[in-house]
């Protein structure tokens, strides 16, 4: 692979060894100066409190301090220079863990969207192994539920199932976060480099780097919440470490396939991640005139490993949640020209780049291009080809987020770079003249240590992005809830509930004051399929629908921060009596009780006693022998009757709602359970997604 265009007096200034060095360092003078370029997002260093004047200046005293050591240590052995690097490394997980103390003990995030998160992974404990999605009464009555797949968060689940099992998710959540974030992958990294014949010193630095691979990973896994995420990106560095073993090492036996394989279904499960994997297929590709018998077994064997474990998932994504896919697949700019948009692709492309830790950067993506050859470099090539399409398409997919391929890939260069760090940092400086070797060992130890200050500093939410625990206000609301609402009806709420809870989705709500509850938006996405509006049409139009629309579902209270409702509310004294008010940071929120309308229970027809939960609705009819009952809960084609006799049919309520009617035929217990079929989930009578 040859880049023929470039005159070879420039190509041979670009692959100079003292390019990614000295192009890191001005990078960091920048940064570190508070310098912004191309409208990035925000540097690498932003938010960073500097211990100088600027965070430049920090800069360079730790690298004239590192320098000055490197020489001093210059007869030091590769293996105890791996381990005072390991030390650095263990130094700045546990200053990042007494930084983030009082964030994740004793409480759990619940900032954007870590409470939707939460719910999912909570629904994967409660299911897995038997399903992946569920029909879920905490919310709306019922709703077929796959989100969880459709966001990747059960590979978060997975590697906490044991946990999952054991104990409510709200009790580890947040000390689960950050183990993953910045012990666990990292150290995976570290072993997984080592795999790939990366020097120890390297491996070690890997690590480091992915502890702050990217200024955004703490944006959309920290403050955000975007587990799935957060787990696909950080294991696609030893996804790809495997790869290179395989592929370029021309190493590996069983314990790597398997290795390869459930790191890849991992990776997977969060769907851009698949692009990770044909990131490996392409590089194997790209050296084909380099294949062996045992690279050809090793490699299929772990592919087919993880299609294997990820077919659940993919069959997921094909048929129930086929629509939500090609939704957000077909989303674009459509009023834009083609030159426009490939502006805007390659303008975040380039956002992203620039949040990327200098190191990798550097000493990786530049890297693959001017420092390697041959079959390292045609690898390499292939590697990231599919990640960096994929963030580009960004230009023209606008809703769909593909420009976060960009964290997978900023974790994918680590590899390059890991190995270029490795015969740097065991290279022993020589005194003669300026020793050059060890200046730019003192520049790289210091980029990685204000790597992991980075780190611990966003892990204490002192850098610009933060994680939100759950405040007092939130234990007040559900301790209203608790008190006001019966525990056989139901709180709904008006308006669109967009972050208007303490900053958060209100999604686990219901687990936390254990009452289902209804609303349009308790996840916003995507957004063209939701309305933002609840109750939904017809009931919203008149005080009556919405009363209408209580009775029906069984709703005793509604909750609100959106003015218009709480007007609404607080205007019609006949149907609406005010319980509750209180002020969360995000809004002001009131609670209203339903005049007039009695706790209804679950029954809409006939009566007795309901336990619902995920995928299993246990019937208990007061009257076994009654011709029918019909129960509160939304019907689905999925739906079927697991008692042998009884039988369940769907019940018209009214051209917007349909419940389940069951024909008990004796039985003092009718269980109802869930499949979800082999076509695509249908939307609500109204045309929307109410999940």
């Known amino acids: 692979m040859k880049f023929a265009r470039i005159p070879p007096a420039i190509y041979v200034m670009l692959s100079h060894p003292a390019m990614p060095p000295v192009l890191g360092t001005v990078w960091m003078l920048w940064i570190g100066g508070g310098k912004e370029w191309n409208n990035q997002m925000g540097r690498w260093t932003a938010g960073l409190a500097p211990w100088t004047g600027s965070v430049a200046l920090d800069f360079v005293l730790i690298a004239a301090a590192a320098s000055l050591l490197a020489v001093l240590l210059r007869n030091l052995s590769e293996k105890r220079r791996a381990a005072l690097l390991a030390l650095m490394l263990i130094g700045g997980q546990i200053a990042a863990l007494f930084a983030a103390r009082d964030i994740i003990f004793d409480t759990f995030p619940h900032g954007i969207d870590h409470p939707a998160f939460m719910f999912r992974v909570r629904e994967f404990g409660e299911i897995f192994p038997f399903a992946l999605g569920s029909y879920n ?89 975007n587990i799935g995420g957060m787990v696909s990106s950080m294991l696609s560095l030893p996804v790809a470490a495997l790869g290179w073993r395989i592929v370029v090492l021309r190493r590996g036996g069983v314990a790597t396939a398997l290795s390869l394989g459930v790191l890849a279904w991992l990776v997977c499960i969060w769907s851009p991640g698949v692009f990770v994997c044909v990131g490996v297929a392409l590089g194997w590709l790209f050296n084909h005139r380099h294949w062996t018998r045992r690279q050809i077994v090793v490699l299929f064997s772990g592919g087919a490993i993880a299609l294997l474990l990820y077919s659940p998932w993919l069959w997921v994504v094909l048929f129930p ?173 008006a308006g669109d509930t967009d972050c208007r809870y303490e900053w958060g989705k209100p999604a686990f709500f219901p687990i936390l004051a254990d009452r289902e509850m209804m609303a349009d938006d308790y996840y916003g996405y995507p957004r063209q399929l939701i309305p933002y509006k609840y109750p939904p049409l017809p009931y919203r139009k008149t005080v009556e629908g919405v009363v209408e629309f209580s009775r029906i579902y069984g709703i005793t209270h509604w909750a609100s921060a959106e003015g218009y409702w709480r007007g609404v509310f607080t205007r019609n004294t006949n149907e609406f009596r005010h319980v509750h008010n209180m002020r969360m940071q995000s809004s002001v929120v009131d609670i209203f009780e339903v005049v007039g309308v009695e706790n209804p229970g679950r029954f809409f027809e006939g009566g007795g006693r309901v336990e619902a939960r995920e995928n299993r609705i246990e019937v208990f009819p007061a009257d076994p022998f009654a011709e029918s009952v019909v129960i509160r809960y939304n019907w689905r084609d999925g739906l079927y009757c697991r008692t042998p006799g009884a039988d369940i049919k769907p019940h018209q309520v009214d051209s917007s709602t349909v419940f389940i009617s069951i024909e008990p035929n004796g039985n003092s217990c009718v269980t109802i359970g869930y499949r979800p079929l082999w076509r695509p989930l249908a939307p609500n009578a ?6």
Request: charge should be positive; glycine fraction near 10%.
């Open 137 to 225: 009464p905490w919310w709306n009555a019922g709703v077929e539920h796959f989100i969880g797949v459709t966001s990747g968060a059960q590979n978060f689940g997975i590697i906490n199932l044991p946990l999952l099992k054991l104990f409510e998710i709200e009790s580890f959540y947040g000390e689960a976060i950050f183990f993953w974030m910045m012990i666990g992958f990292p150290w995976i990294g570290a072993l997984s480099l080592r795999a790939a014949g990366v020097r120890p010193t390297g491996a070690v630095a890997g690590g480091m780097m992915l502890c702050a691979a990217t200024r955004a990973m703490y944006l959309f896994f920290w403050q955000s919440g």
């Open 321 to 493: 949640c086929r629509g939500i896919v090609e939704h957000v697949g077909a989303s674009g700019a459509a009023a834009e020209t083609q030159l426009q948009m490939a502006r805007a692709a390659f303008g975040q492309f380039s956002r992203r780049l620039q949040e990327w830790h200098p190191l990798i950067i550097f000493f990786g993506f530049y890297a693959i291009f001017f420092r390697f050859r041959r079959v390292p470099r045609r690898y390499l090539v292939g590697l990231i080809l599919p990640a960096v399409l994929v963030t580009l398409s960004i230009g023209w997919k606008r809703d769909s987020q593909l420009d976060r391929m960009a964290l997978s890939l900023a974790a994918m260069c680590i590899l390059p770079a890991a190995i270029l760090l490795g015969r740097l940092l065991s290279a022993r400086p020589v005194l003669r003249g300026i020793p050059f070797v060890a200046v730019v060992q003192g520049v790289v130890i210091a980029i990685l240590f204000i790597g992991l200050r980075i780190a611990a500093a966003h892990c204490g939410n002192s850098a610009g992005f933060k994680m939100w625990p759950s405040q007092q206000s939130v234990d007040e609301f559900i301790e209203v809830v608790r008190r006001e609402v019966p525990h056989d009806a139901r709180l709904a709420f």
């Open 686 to 691: 109204d045309g929307t997604y109410h999940h």
